[in-house]
């Protein structure tokens, strides 16, 4: 997989390579074809949850249970309430936990743990707008730092919105992280209509569902509990994400993409 990966890099920077060749010839057209191709090609691999151009990542269950997995905690506001929903409900969850909360909150982290949840690497300060841009020694620091916070818990990396780029996949090989996306949604961290959360959520909600929602936010109880009721009135079972040694290599560039 990693030899894969080598190759897709290969091949942009040959592409770069012929797009510099083409400018130096004179040949601005086509420099700016060849360039733009590459760049969206670049833009595919790194913006899309789900896509394992740069790296594999788990979106499914491969057990057909539903993981429920919750970002961007710990959050004293937040999360007590979202620890005692699961709890009444007999839940377990996996929790990717932001570093430089859980050093601030460490008595949640330590709730989080006794509850038997699970706790994820969501990096150190969550640079969700830089995130795929980071160059190698950002990108080291921030998961790095994270893993040394959640005092090397994590089996699970999750990145800011889903995204990655070339420098992602060497440094969860270092640390031992895999990578995790979802499979199902309702964009809660960014709206306030839990209606609307709710439909888009249940769209996706299917037996092998990697549910991501989002601690620290207005409405993250109520978006739990409801998850929790449509889970159980359609009969599906929850469980933790699967152990990593219990994946298998692998991986393709759609809905399907698994470990
Ligand atoms: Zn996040």
Same mark, same amino acid.
């Given at each position: 997989?990693?030899?894969?990966?080598?190759?897709?890099?290969?091949?942009?920077?040959?592409?770069?390579?012929?797009?510099?060749?083409?400018?130096?010839?004179?040949?601005?057209?086509?420099?700016?074809?060849?360039?733009?191709?590459?760049?969206?090609?670049?833009?595919?691999?790194?913006?899309?949850?789900?896509?394992?151009?740069?790296?594999?990542?788990?979106?499914?269950?491969?057990?057909?249970?539903?993981?429920?997995?919750?970002?961007?905690?710990?959050?004293?506001?937040?999360?007590?309430?979202?620890?005692?929903?699961?709890?009444?409900?007999?839940?377990?969850?996996?929790?990717? /936990?932001?570093?430089? *909360?859980?050093?601030?909150?460490? @008595?949640?982290?330590? &709730?989080? =743990?006794? !509850?038997?949840?699970? #706790?994820?690497?969501?990096?150190?300060?969550?640079?969700?707008?830089?995130?795929?841009?980071?160059?190698?020694?950002?990108?080291?620091?921030?998961?790095?730092?994270?893993?040394?916070?959640?005092?090397?818990?994590?089996?699970?990396?999750?990145?800011?919105?889903?995204?990655?780029?070339?420098?992602?996949?060497?440094?969860?090989?270092? /640390?031992?992280?895999? *990578?995790?996306?979802?499979?199902? @949604?309702?964009?809660? &961290?960014? =709206?306030? !209509?839990?209606?609307? #959360?709710?439909?888009?959520?249940?769209?996706?909600?299917?037996?092998?569902?990697?549910?991501?929602?989002?601690?620290?936010?207005?409405?993250?109880?109520?978006?739990?509990?409801?998850?929790?009721?449509?889970?159980?009135?359609?009969?599906?079972?929850?469980?933790?994400?699967?152990?990593?040694?219990?994946?298998?290599?692998?991986?393709?560039?759609?809905?399907?993409?698994?470990?």
């Amino acid at each position: 997989m990693i030899a894969a990966q080598a190759v897709r890099v290969l091949i942009l920077l040959v592409i770069l390579g012929i797009t510099i060749a083409c400018l130096i010839a004179g040949r601005y057209v086509a420099a700016i074809l060849i360039s733009g191709v590459a760049w969206l090609t670049y833009l595919w691999g790194t913006l899309r949850p789900n896509c394992s151009w740069f790296g594999e990542v788990l979106s499914h269950m491969p057990g057909g249970e539903v993981a429920i997995t919750i970002d961007d905690g710990p959050d004293p506001a937040t999360t007590p309430a979202l620890l005692a929903i699961l709890r009444t409900a007999k839940v377990n969850a996996t929790f990717f /936990l932001i570093g430089e *909360r859980a050093v601030a909150h460490p @008595r949640l982290v330590e &709730a989080i =743990r006794a !509850d038997g949840h699970d #706790i994820g690497n969501h990096t150190q300060t969550h640079p969700q707008f830089a995130f795929w841009a980071l160059g190698p020694w950002r990108m080291w620091r921030e998961i790095r730092a994270c893993q040394v916070s959640l005092q090397n818990a994590p089996a699970y990396f999750r990145s800011p919105v889903g995204h990655t780029n070339p420098f992602v996949s060497p440094v969860l090989k270092q /640390l031992g992280l895999r *990578r995790v996306a979802w499979s199902a @949604r309702g964009y809660d &961290a960014v =709206r306030k !209509d839990v209606d609307g #959360i709710m439909a888009d959520l249940f769209t996706d909600l299917k037996s092998g569902s990697i549910v991501l929602i989002h601690d620290a936010t207005p409405v993250c109880s109520e978006v739990l509990e409801r998850l929790i009721a449509e889970i159980n009135r359609r009969g599906l079972r929850t469980a933790l994400l699967p152990p990593t040694a219990a994946l298998h290599p692998g991986g393709v560039c759609a809905d399907h993409a698994s470990l």
